[in-house]
């Protein structure tokens, strides 16, 4: 029988298939953090259980830590006894950590695909909505509550429905200055901020298959925003170079094995999805969000869509996202004054987010009245900026380069965004107060973010390239 | 997990969309070790100003509206997968959400909480708002063992989906956990035969 690739990944994940329950799903990789974890060390402690196989799962701290002096102690009480928690569970469950200091710590979903822990064919979970950042490999990655955080942790298992299959393509060119966030900021403003909900999305089409590894895993890394609980991309060469010789990645025969397997990992030609979408490559234009879910965005050309437009019963809690961006009906988004500029996230933080800004900033120098904050995901990212001089340019263009973590893309450290100021983000959410109280987040591609950052307006960046 | 039972009430309403985990409990809160004390901060920044004084205008400072359920617009819990959204509803006092539309992980973690999110048609839910709105003392019987939702003053009732496993979990007490480790067998003879 033809099958999906999801269909094929969960059917060899099956533990046990019972008409009227859940199937019983095998999770190959586990990844903790420190926000979502202690609630569910606490649980085995009551349940008397052990880590059922510690092996598979992969510690960071990355949420909660500062991006500014972090060889020192953690200065605020909270985060500092959240982080020291995970190492002390960490040491008494038997969990690999890479903590603050160590190497290879970093934003879980950067550091999972950097060490070859992130595989084609793979389950993955976290406890973390962003988790379909792994899907880019061609793995089954989702994101997971705390309760299920305990299963994985007691039974190396999760109880799952199979979940609904969507195929998304993209076909054609992209024009110039549009990226991999473009695509995805495309889409979900097309199908909307529930769109994909109870589906697994396969991106697919031309316009996919032409992107990196890097421009695929900010691609599946927001299927979240429409809803979906993951998205993936078959594997391919492309998969196959940048997964090869990585650090846990499989080597010699092992490797040889594996390859003759992700090679099977492909969506039959006659396989049945349960929704189609098709979209045209060429139409996408650098995209901006101008309200309060990631469904709210545009082309950055286009006037802010107005009130009366929406379906009657919608517009009440349109206009709710309005006044709180302080944005008018019809009104430009071009021109808008811009105070804070955050480049990092699950979604824009890895080495081609970085040169990108880089090559684009060189050079120039940002406004005066905007502060620029640039966040590595990891710290291989950052010696790798560093290694390639990108450091020298940033600071140059007076834009700081921080230490690696979440940072202002949810503002659990200090990295808030004060009430009421405009910051261009290349994170996933622009919600109400996400990156602070009262904080009004404009989500665009880590390009048009330097853009904004050099001229302190929301520009077209096709305009300055 | 404590157990499921009929329930009747009067109702919270929130004729909001797309309301977000992020709202529920905001990031700054995340940083507790433990599952309690998390309703204190249900809806923070809604429920309260730059200065932690209640917003007067908020339906939850709002003495008129009060009870175990929750009505809100459609898509509700999108966004994070924390579970601390469910923990705040649940330590606040909520036993069912309402709502058209949920975001998939959310319904996952209330259910794992013995918070049981009831999915009905827009219109319903426009005609409990409208019910609500008219007489705040108006009540909601929730019955999960026959999945319906019904309006005491006006008798309206609409069924509800519940996968049946999940429907047994929420009137037995019991958890995930429980189920999967009674297939350890089943777990470890798939890990050598992978």
Same mark, same amino acid.
């Given at each position: ?11 060899? *994940? ?18 903790? *953090? ?74 879980? *979903? ?104 890097? @421009? ?89 869509? &107005? ?56 050079? !120039? ?25 990108? =450091? ?22 200090? =990295? !808030? ?33 330097? &853009? ?14 | ?11 919270v309403p929130l ?24 309703g204190? #901060?249900l809806f923070r920044?809604w429920r309260y ?5 209640p917003k007067?205008d908020f339906v939850m400072n709002d003495a008129t509206y009060q009870?175990?359920?929750l009505? @809100?617009?459609? #898509? ?7 579970? *601390? ?7 606040y006092g909520f ?14 973690? &209330? ?31 929730? =019955? ?51």
């Amino acid at each position: 029988m033809s099958k999906t690739l999801v269909e094929k990944i969960w059917d060899a *994940h099956v533990v046990k298939r019972e008409e009227g329950f859940p199937d019983i799903i095998y999770i190959d990789t586990h990844l903790i *953090h420190e926000v979502t974890s202690p609630q569910a060390f606490d649980g085995l402690r009551k349940r008397g259980l052990p880590v059922f196989r510690p092996n598979q799962t992969v510690a960071t701290a990355d949420h909660n830590v500062p991006t500014l002096n972090q060889h020192l102690p953690i200065k605020e009480e909270l985060s500092r006894y959240q982080v020291d928690m995970l190492t002390k569970n960490c040491a008494e469950f038997g969990i690999n950590l890479y903590g603050l200091g160590h190497p290879y710590q970093g934003i879980v *979903h950067v550091i999972g695909p950097e060490l070859g822990i992130t595989l084609p064919g793979k389950t993955m979970v976290c406890g973390d909505s962003h988790t379909s950042t792994h899907g880019a490999f061609g793995a089954i990655a989702f994101g997971i509550g705390t309760s299920q955080v305990e299963q994985v942790f007691a039974t190396q298992c999760l109880l799952q429905q199979k979940p609904k299959t969507m195929k998304i393509e993209v076909n054609g060119d992209l024009q110039k200055g549009v990226g991999a966030k473009d695509i995805i900021l495309y889409i979900i403003a097309k199908i909307s901020a529930a769109g994909g909900t109870g589906y697994f999305i396969e991106y697919a089409g031309s316009a996919i298959r032409s992107l990196s590894m890097e @421009a695929r895993m900010t691609i599946c890394n927001m299927s979240i925003e429409m809803g979906a609980r993951g998205g993936l991309i078959a594997p391919d060469q492309t998969t196959f170079d940048y997964v090869e010789g990585r650090e846990f990645a499989p080597k010699g025969e092992e490797w040889d094995q594996a390859l003759a397997y992700w090679k099977t990992l492909y969506s039959d030609d006659d396989a049945q999805f349960d929704a189609v979408l098709e979209f045209d490559a060429a139409d996408i234009a650098p995209m901006i969000t101008y309200g309060t879910n990631p469904g709210m965005g545009m082309g950055i050309t286009e006037n802010i869509p &107005a009130t009366q437009a929406q379906p009657e019963s919608e517009q009440p809690s349109y206009q709710k996202a309005l006044n709180y961006m302080g944005f008018a009906d019809d009104a430009p988004i071009l021109g808008k004054p811009v105070d804070y500029v955050f480049i990092g996230s699950c979604t824009n933080s890895r080495i081609e987010d970085l040169r990108e800004v880089a090559a684009f900033v060189q050079g !120039k120098q940002k406004a005066e009245q905007v502060e620029v904050w640039i966040v590595p995901g990891s710290k291989q990212v950052e010696k790798q900026a560093i290694e390639e001089g990108l =450091d020298k340019i940033f600071e140059a263009a007076g834009f700081q380069l921080r230490e690696p973590g979440c940072s202002a893309c949810l503002g659990m450290n200090e =990295d !808030k965004i004060p009430a009421g100021k405009y910051c261009v983000s290349t994170s996933n959410r622009n919600f109400e107060g996400r990156q602070g109280p009262n904080a009004r987040t404009m989500l665009v591609s880590p390009l048009t973010a330097a &853009a904004a950052a050099v001229t302190g307006i929301i520009t077209d960046v096709r305009e300055l390239i | 997990m404590k157990k499921f039972e009929t329930l009747t009430t009067t109702v919270v309403p929130l004729p909001i969309e797309n309301i977000d985990t992020d709202q529920i409990i905001p990031a700054r809160f995340l940083k507790a070790t433990t599952r309690e004390g998390f309703g204190d #901060n249900l809806f923070r920044d809604w429920r309260y100003d730059s200065n932690n004084q209640p917003k007067a205008d908020f339906v939850m400072n709002d003495a008129t509206y009060q009870g175990k359920v929750l009505v @809100a617009g459609k #898509n509700f819990g999108c966004g994070s997968s924390r579970e *601390h959204a469910a923990w705040a509803i649940q330590d606040y006092g909520f036993d069912v959400v309402i709502s058209s539309f949920f975001a998939d992980i959310f319904k996952g973690n &209330a259910l794992n909480n013995g918070v049981l999110p009831i999915q009905v048609t827009d219109e319903f839910l426009e005609t409990i708002f409208d019910t609500v709105f008219k007489n705040p003392n108006t009540e909601i019987i929730v =019955d999960l063992e026959n999945q319906t939702v019904t309006l005491s003053e006006t008798g309206a009732q609409q069924s509800f989906e519940i996968n049946p496993y999940k429907k047994s979990c929420l009137i037995n007490g019991y958890d995930d956990i429980d189920f999967i480790l009674n297939n350890k067998a089943s777990i470890e003879t798939f890990e050598q035969t992978k």
